[in-house]
Nanobody
Framework: QVQLVESGGGLVQAGGSLRLSCAASGRAFRSYTMGWFRQVPGKEREFVAAINWSGAGTAIADSVKGRFTISRDNTKNTVYLQMNSLKPEDTAVYYC????????????????WGQGTQVTVSS
């Protein structure tokens, strides 16, 4: 069993930056792919970014490519999402998740989820 706790969300103006963190506990963090997803009310959960166990492999959604960066620190059991040049359409609840597969974008392949952190970008 793993516990994932997100932090770092908040209210920011368009063009600003935030860094989300997700701290993991309970099972070997360094063995798993970590992902970030986001969701707005009434819409499906959307893939944002993923990173493999070593950090050498990543995937980024086209909608955030060039603005968001995913990274991890296996010594701290933490994965990060650096979000720059934020836009109002980035407003959502952001979730981190863990997968035993490779760098995958489908939410169905992630078996552990955090509770989410709200990101609100004002125009």
């Amino acid at each position: 069993q793993v516990q994932l706790v997100e932090s770092g969300g908040g209210l920011v103006q368009a063009g600003g930056s935030l860094r989300l963190s997700c701290a993991a506990s309970g099972r070997a963090f360094r063995s798993y792919t970590m992902g970030w997803f986001r969701q707005v009310p009434g819409k499906e959960r959307e893939f944002v970014a993923a990173i493999n166990w070593s950090g050498a492999g990543t995937a980024i959604a086209d909608s955030v490519k060039g603005r968001f960066t995913i990274s991890r620190d296996n010594t701290k059991n933490t994965v990060y999402l650096q979000m720059n040049s934020l836009k109002p359409e980035d407003t959502a609840v952001y979730y981190c998740a863990q997968s035993g597969a490779g760098v995958v974008v489908s939410s169905s392949l992630y078996d552990s989820w955090g509770q989410g952190t709200q990101v609100t970008v004002s125009s």
